[in-house]
């Protein structure tokens, strides 16, 4: 397995941040928050995930401008993309649908605390399920 880079912007809550901490902490990967640096070699990675909280059904502007402007650089990795919003099922899936496809990221998964299981340190289990597949 490459390097991995988790690539996040969030919100008030900063949910989004702690999942990003979590994922990061259980792959090794490096961590950036958009709020703190807009400026990444991507050179150095082979797998990108990229989080963001939803504002108004829609993904928070760092990360859709930083996607955006580096997408020369994205071109050949392994992106994947997770959502920390709070919708579950057919609204949570359609909204994940809509923001998957704005990126143009079609690995991604959606995470909220109302998920049914919760894992030890207090994550949906799902965040589990997505670190195994990296």
Do not use: W
């Not at 949910?15 to 807009?38: H, M, Q, R, W």
């Not at 049914?116 to 589990?128: H, R, W």
């Amino acid at each position: 397995m490459g390097r991995i880079a988790v690539i996040y912007a969030t919100g008030m809550t900063k949910n989004t941040k702690k999942v990003a901490e979590y994922i990061a902490k259980s792959t090794g990967a490096d961590i950036f928050n958009l709020k703190e640096i807009t400026q990444i070699n991507m050179s150095e990675y082979d797998r990108i995930v990229f989080g963001t909280g939803i504002h108004a059904g829609k993904p928070y502007k760092p990360l859709v401008d930083f996607v955006e402007k580096n997408k020369g650089q994205l071109s050949g990795k392994r992106l994947h993309l997770f959502l920390e919003c709070m919708y579950n099922g057919e609204k949570g899936d359609k909204q994940l649908e809509a923001v998957s496809q704005q990126l143009g990221i079609s690995d991604a998964v959606y995470f909220n605390k109302k998920a049914d299981e919760m894992n030890e340190a207090g994550f949906p289990k799902a965040v589990d399920d997505f670190i195994s597949r990296l």
